[in-house]
């Protein structure tokens, strides 16, 4: 591929839509991609197999108690991953596990229940299933919000310590709602990275308002940054867009904002700025 070398479901591997009742599953979508990922060699991020925040599906979030919770996390987790053994090289076990702000967990079924070693109970489930798949742990945070970062940190922190098979740290890098803090950044990879975790973003997009003025080039400026912060710091293996082209974005779609310009490629799939800020930071 000429672009890319990886890629990542963006909801046909979350849990509502391929596994939206017990034992029923739906894996079409989701073949489709890994069949194609597999047949032009692209590498692919499992994409996720627990997140409390959103598609969870009712039985799950009605799920009796911690036992039954528990059940249908191993079987959601084992079944996923090893269907895919061999072929997603890594996965987002956990995605999101703190609140938006602060330094609190995020309040969830999962953890209501089986309090918050439903993350590494999560993580051993996916290594038993496979254990070559390189296994992630996946954030949104704003840079600026020292609290938060300093939650994720010492989550990881501990899990290593614990001996959870945790092998990387997604920083999901959505800058919808706060400017990119590039510094800041680089600085939070090496402190990863320092753990002897791998580091990947594996979110990113710029929001711009495009109309307001000539905001592209800043916006490849931006980009630019974001990507030269993962690779200026070894430990940082991989960068995740979440789309490419403006054509088709999930913030578009979620704030009915058709003007909104936040990925690499324009409409017409066209280069933009960001595309090039991108590539020189390669
Ligand atoms: C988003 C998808 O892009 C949307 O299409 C869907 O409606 C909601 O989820 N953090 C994540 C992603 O980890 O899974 C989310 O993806 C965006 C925020």
């Known amino acids: 591929m000429r672009e890319f070398s990886s890629v990542t479901p963006e909801s046909s591997q979350k849990w509502d839509v391929i596994h939206p009742e017990a034992g029923r599953w739906q894996f079409a979508d989701s073949d489709r991609v890994v069949d194609f990922a597999v047949s032009h060699q692209l590498a692919i991020r499992g994409h996720t197999l627990v997140w409390g925040r959103a598609s969870v599906p009712d039985y799950i979030e009605q799920a009796a108690d911690a036992k039954q919770l528990r059940d249908y996390m191993a079987d959601h987790i084992s079944t996923l991953v090893s269907r895919y053994q061999g072929k997603i090289e890594r996965w987002d076990v956990v995605n999101e596990p703190l609140a938006i702000r602060g330094g609190d967990y995020a309040d969830y079924i ?62 999901q890098a959505h800058y919808n709602f706060h400017d990119p803090a590039p510094e800041k950044l680089q600085r939070q990879i090496q402190q990863f990275a320092a753990l002897g975790v791998e580091v990947e973003l594996t979110e990113l997009d710029i929001a711009k308002f495009p109309w307001l003025d000539n905001r592209l080039q800043d916006q490849g400026i931006e ?30 779609d979620w704030l009915n904002l058709p003007g909104f310009t936040p990925l690499l490629m324009d409409q017409t799939l066209q280069p933009k700025p960001a595309y090039y800020g991108v590539q020189q930071a390669l």
């Open 110 to 171: 999962f953890n209501r229940l089986l309090g918050t070693d439903y993350i590494e109970q999560a993580f051993y489930l996916a290594h038993q299933a496979d254990p070559a798949a390189k296994l992630y742990i996946n954030e949104w945070y704003d840079e600026n919000d020292e609290e938060k970062f300093q939650a994720y940190y010492h989550l990881v922190q501990q899990l290593l310590d614990k001996g959870v098979p945790l092998h990387g740290v997604g920083i």
């Open 223 to 252: 980009y630019y940054q974001a990507a030269k912060a993962c690779t200026a710091v070894a430990a940082c293996s991989g960068i995740t867009v979440w789309g490419f082209t403006d054509r088709y974005n999930w913030i578009k």
